[in-house]
């Protein structure tokens, strides 16, 4: 069962700049896709961006460019780097590592780390 551990969380000015990481462990999670969701107060969980199994790079439509998500293999680990946040981008970030294909439903998250930007 691969657990999920997110860690880089906490207040940061208007601005700023954080950056998180999610480690895997109990399995490896090259033939998963590896990224990052958030969720802000009274609103659903929305995608943050991903990296697949092959290393391509996915984020929504309405992505930014303030957000870049890489992947360490090595290291079974996905970083989101988050620059010039907003007090909207204030939200709980969770990890995902999810199967597509031959693992599909495969399907893992964290806990979630507190990102709060205050204005």
């Known amino acids: 069962q691969v657990q999920l551990v997110e860690s880089g969380g906490g207040l940061v000015q208007a601005g700023g700049s954080l950056r998180l990481s999610c480690t895997a462990s109990?399995?490896?999670?090259?033939?998963?896709?590896m990224g990052w969701f958030r969720q802000a107060p009274g609103k659903e969980r929305a995608f943050v961006g991903a990296?697949?199994?092959?290393?391509?790079?996915y984020y929504p439509d309405s992505h930014e460019g303030r957000f870049t998500i890489s992947r360490d293999f090595t290291k079974n680990t996905v970083y989101l780097q988050a620059n010039s946040l907003k007090p909207e981008d204030t939200a709980v970030y969770y990890c995902?590592?999810?199967?597509?294909?031959?693992?599909?439903?495969?399907?893992?998250w964290g806990k979630g780390t507190l990102v709060s930007v205050s204005s």
């Open positions: 995902n590592a999810r199967g597509y294909g031959y693992y599909s439903g495969m399907d893992f």
């Open positions: 109990g399995g490896t999670t090259g033939h998963l896709a």
């Open positions: 990296v697949s199994s092959s290393g391509r790079t």
